[in-house]
């Protein structure tokens, strides 16, 4: 399966962003899809995923501003980004896995296929 992952790039903070993921292959929607990101001199960081069954899981660093959801139809996943800050700046990637148990999905381990990331910038 390949990723493409679309739609970062320069907001103000206290904007929106919306970034797409869009796979190749249309099992895609037997897979739970997850975006991460990483900062600069920082470890990858787990941000959002969204099961086969659509159950959607979130970092608490970005609870209650951005919402994953996902087009089967489209094979394309989403992530809407409200309310930016300057500390959601990185590189965002997507990932997607086939059915395992949810702690993994926290992590990278629960992802067999990634996308090549977006640069999202959120200027102060």
């Known amino acids: 399966v390949q990723l493409q992952a679309s739609g970062g790039g320069l907001v103000q903070a206290g904007g929106s962003l919306r970034l797409s993921c869009a796979a190749s292959?249309?099992?895609?929607?037997?897979?739970?899809v997850g975006w991460f990101r990483q900062a600069p001199g920082k470890d990858r960081e787990f941000v959002a995923t969204?099961?086969?069954?659509?159950?959607?899981y979130y970092a608490d660093s970005v609870k209650g501003r951005f919402t994953i959801s996902r087009d089967n139809a489209k094979n394309t996943v989403y992530l809407q980004m409200n309310t930016l800050k300057p500390e959601d700046t990185a590189v965002y990637y997507c990932?997607?896995?086939?059915?395992?148990?949810?702690?993994?999905?926290?992590?990278?381990?629960?992802?067999?296929?990634w996308g090549q990331g977006t640069l999202v910038t959120v200027s102060s």
């Open positions: 969204i099961r086969r069954s659509s159950a959607t």
């Open positions: 292959e249309r099992t895609f929607g037997d897979l739970a």
């Open positions: 990932a997607a896995g086939p059915p395992t148990y949810v702690r993994y999905y926290f992590t990278t381990e629960g992802y067999n296929y």
